[in-house]
């Protein structure tokens, strides 16, 4: 996170983001995962798509008990699914 501040170059920024954001999908805070979803809603990196909807399979360590989390978790999967169907 700290490197995030300093970074200049909006590629390494993107970078930087998406790795915080992934590393914050397995917060224990509500918020914090929210904020995570959120800001992987609009990724077109693989891992993110893959991670979000890990947190949708019931049968995973990674899967989610909260129906908001899952909600936002499933609006952010369709969102990539959208990104990924222009290219």
Not at 45 to 54: F, I, K, Q, S, T
């Amino acid at each position: 996170r700290d490197a995030l501040a300093g970074e200049d170059d909006p590629a390494v920024r993107e970078s930087l983001s998406t790795a915080i954001a992934l590393h914050d999908l397995a917060s224990s805070d509500r918020s914090v995962r929210l904020a995570a979803i959120a800001a992987l809603a609009g990724s077109t990196h693989g891992e993110a798509r893959n991670r979000l909807a890990a947190l949708l399979d019931g049968s995973g360590a990674a899967a989610e008990s909260d129906p908001e989390v899952r909600a936002a978790a499933q609006d952010a999967v369709a969102a990539i699914d959208r990104l990924r169907a222009l290219y």
